[in-house]
């Protein structure tokens, strides 16, 4: 019994060891990037370990001016805004008719719509690029909101869908007889009913838009409207000998995104992890 | 969606001269697919980084998630470790090729502290093992929440009455954690093995134009014919070739989920 008790103490202490190794494999690496952004970048190169002697903070104004983050910023909300709105609206409704409605076809089309939950985004890509070529689509906003949209789309109806299918119709039914159509039942009853899964629905399109970078790598050439991400490749390898520079640049992009996080924590890992779980 | 993809398709049996169509019907990109070295080397260096993803996203991130299991309190270490799937990939990305740095890099500067030769990580023979790492560091903890939480769904009576019966930490993980959560992880290996396939952003941040080709792969193999060489043709062949590998792994991998692992008895 004793030892067994030793076992278990000892077990235990060496779990909660390799967690703590684990912990600072991930915080070095943010508090480096922290730390050096304050620093200069003679001082970054000739001891890349130490910690900022003065604090240099114009590091983040001269990185803000030079990579115009403000202006990319303004892009990438307002490509995210877009892209989150339509897979919104075009998801719930397109789930809504998979869960109420019965026209000829259903379980095809449904079915069609879980295959874009595997395939890849080079799957269409190549013909999305030269579609947009023709409609002279590249280098704008669209070019980069509705490949992202459709890329997010399948798993939103998807989750939609299984959410509608476990609300009871017993609300839609006495609507239906005091006159109400299938809009106005959608809008004023399921849609207040679905908050949760129209937060989940949001938080990973938000998520997966704003981070999206291949799809804005192809698309968008012209420097003035790349978003965040893209914009952010250039700079760095424009500037890829100024480290303080960058690190600066990233810690400005990466901070806001913490705050987020620490805020609204459980729903983001609810909203990320929802198409592994759900799939 | 389906549009685009039936132009990719037609593409690949079309001819090119740059982005002016020719003419359709040749099989010569496909032709050429059987017969090109790099595009060899990318397949196989795919082939590295899925290996190499498993052991680092779907092995530790299982063990974490046992560790984790065990822990009273382990909140703060999962909050912090899924965190970096959150982070755009050229935030993560751009910091690691500042790690990476021959000098000024935080790695390098660690292995001085050891007295050791600086290394070139994004370089052959570390490349793939590099880029890897940076995966590892992103999806581990990813996995681990995922594993995590099909964990907490064991009903505590059943673990209780294996610890009753003397089953130790490793047999209460090898015979009732793991075949417990099994659809859970073959769910995971797919998503680890697709993934590996469609992985483009890491490569082309951490290497970007790559000169050596040490670290190519199928996309960024893809992207460049397409757009650095605007050989259309080829370019949609290979997205088809991609497109492809992936619906057969996920064909391979439900069949094997459905009739080699079964689903687990309700519990």
């Keep these: 019994m004793n030892t067994e008790r030793i076992l278990q103490r000892t077990g235990r202490m060496f779990a909660r060891a390799i967690m703590f190794a684990v912990l600072l494999v991930y915080l070095i690496p943010v508090l480096w990037m922290y730390s050096s952004s304050m620093r200069s970048n003679g001082e970054i190169l000739l001891d890349p370990l130490g910690f900022p002697k003065s604090f240099m903070l114009d590091n983040f104004v001269t990185a803000w001016e030079m990579a115009e983050l403000g202006r990319h910023f303004l892009i990438s909300i307002a490509i995210t805004s877009v892209s989150m709105s339509l897979v919104v609206v075009v998801a719930t409704l397109a789930a809504y008719g998979f869960s109420r409605l019965d026209f000829p076809g259903r379980q095809w089309l449904f079915a069609f719509f879980l295959i874009g939950l595997i395939l890849p985004v080079q799957s269409f890509l190549v013909g999305m690029f030269i579609m947009f070529r023709s409609f002279g689509l590249l280098n704008t906003m669209w070019s980069v909101i509705l490949p992202t949209a459709a890329v997010s789309t399948p798993l939103a109806i998807l989750l939609a869908k299984n959410y509608f299918d476990s609300l009871p119709h017993s609300l839609e039914e006495s609507a239906y007889l005091e006159g109400a159509g299938t809009l106005a039942i959608f809008r004023l009853i399921i849609l207040p009913l679905a908050t949760p899964i129209v937060v989940t629905i949001i938080t990973f399109t938000v998520i997966g838009v704003w981070n999206e970078f291949m799809i804005p790598f192809v698309m968008v050439q012209t420097a003035s409207k790349r978003p965040l991400t893209t914009s952010l490749y250039v700079f760095s390898t424009k500037h890829s000998a100024n480290y303080a520079l960058k690190l600066a640049a990233l810690a400005m992009i990466a901070t806001p995104m913490f705050l987020v996080y620490l805020i609204f924590q459980g729903q983001i890992q609810k909203g990320i992890t929802a198409g592994a779980i759900k799939s | ?267």
């Design chain 2, 1 to 267: 969606m389906i549009f685009p993809i039936a132009l990719s398709v037609i593409f690949s049996f079309s001819e090119w001269r740059r982005f002016s169509f020719i003419s359709f019907g040749t099989l010569q990109h496909y032709q050429r697919i059987f017969s090109d070295p790099v595009l060899i080397k990318a397949f196989g260096n795919n082939l590295i980084y899925i290996l190499v993803t498993i052991v680092l996203e779907g092995f530790l991130g299982l063990i974490l998630a046992a560790i984790a299991h065990r822990l009273r309190r382990s909140m703060a270490f999962r909050a912090i470790f899924f965190a970096p799937v959150i982070l755009p990939s050229i935030v993560i990305g751009t910091l690691w090729r500042q790690m990476y740095a021959t000098s000024g890099g935080l790695l390098n500067a660690f292995l001085d502290l050891f007295g050791m030769a600086p290394v070139v990580w994004l370089a052959p023979p570390y490349t793939m093992f590099s880029v890897s790492m940076v995966s590892g560091w992103i999806f581990a903890g990813y996995f681990m929440t995922i594993f995590f939480a099909s964990m907490t769904r064991i009903p505590d009576s059943i673990i209780e009455s294996a610890r009753i019966d003397g089953a130790g930490e490793l047999r209460l993980f090898f015979q009732i954690e793991i075949p417990l959560i099994k659809n859970m992880i073959v769910l995971v290996a797919l998503i680890i093995i697709t993934g590996g396939f469609k992985g483009f952003d890491l490569f082309q941040i951490l290497l970007r134009r790559d000169p050596l080709q040490s670290g190519i792969v199928l996309p960024t193999y893809l992207i460049r014919t397409f757009f650095e060489n605007t050989n259309i043709g080829y370019g949609s062949a290979l997205s088809m070739l991609l497109t492809a590998l992936v619906l057969g792994i996920v064909g391979v991998m439900s069949y094997i989920n459905k009739h080699v692992v079964g689903q687990v008895d309700e519990y």
